[in-house]
């Protein structure tokens, strides 16, 4: 069975701050990695993922995330924090172990608050 | 709007009654996903379609919970004899292949008083 842990429920950072939400997965077979944010009354928007290739990736917003295989680790990260980034972020995974699911398996989420 | 739409957005429902949710996915999309989200949590994945075959089911998803994609377009979540325990939101979601990212729409949130 595949997890995700998001050991933060609440993160806050100053804003102009760099920002790390931390997210830890468990999969048998290879990794997809994914960041979704979660604005109120509004859908899941995606942020970036990782499938293959560079461990450094860079999505929407100015977010990046890096994966890390020994420590099974994919943390959100932004140099510079703004008071738009604050909102509920989710770290998603998948596993390509070849017939197994298909659908994300999410974290609990990790409320992201910028204070001005 | 070219996104996913759910419909319909709020469902107030007694328990007992059953409840029908419907799911736009983006045309292209051929994979079409539920999930549930309840207050605190990440959304929990319910069931998948590849077209209009239901390819994977969660044990989540117990007897009273059916979803249909008949021609493999939109997509039903029903919900029958509804408990207070399956007040939440229901979010779909579509993409277009394996393993890439999915889209999702706004939810339908469902309340059983």
């Known amino acids: 069975a595949q997890s995700v842990a998001q050991p933060e429920d609440q993160v806050n950072v100053a804003e102009g701050n760099p920002l790390t939400v931390k997210c830890t997965y468990s999969v048998s077979g290879n990794p997809y990695l994914f960041w979704y944010v979660q604005y109120p009354n509004r859908g899941l928007q995606f942020l970036l993922k990782?499938?293959?290739?560079?461990?450094l990736v860079k999505g929407s917003y100015g977010f990046e995330a890096e994966f890390n295989k020994s420590q099974t680790s994919f943390h959100l990260k932004k140099p510079s924090a703004l008071v738009s980034d604050s909102a509920l972020y989710f770290c998603?995974?998948?596993?390509?172990?070849?017939?197994?699911?298909?659908?994300?398996?999410f974290g609990k989420g990790t409320h992201l608050i910028i204070q001005p | 709007d070219t996104g996913v739409s759910q419909d319909p957005r709020h469902k107030i429902t007694k328990r007992g009654q059953n409840v029908t949710f419907r799911c736009d996915p983006i045309s292209e999309h051929n994979r079409l996903y539920w999930y549930r989200q309840t207050l605190g949590q990440g959304p929990e994945f319910l069931t998948y379609?590849?077209?209009?075959?239901?390819?994977?089911k969660s044990r989540l998803l117990s007897d009273r919970f059916s979803a249909e994609r008949p021609k493999g377009s939109f997509s039903t979540l029903e919900i029958q004899r509804t408990e207070q325990g399956d007040s939440a939101m229901y979010l779909c979601a579509s993409s277009t292949r394996s393993y890439t990212e999915a889209f999702f729409g706004q939810g339908t949130r469902l309340t059983v008083v």
């Open positions: 379609f590849q077209n209009e075959a239901q390819l994977e």
């Open positions: 990782y499938i293959t290739g560079d461990n």
């Open positions: 998603a995974v998948s596993s390509y172990s070849g017939g197994g699911a298909d659908g994300l398996t």
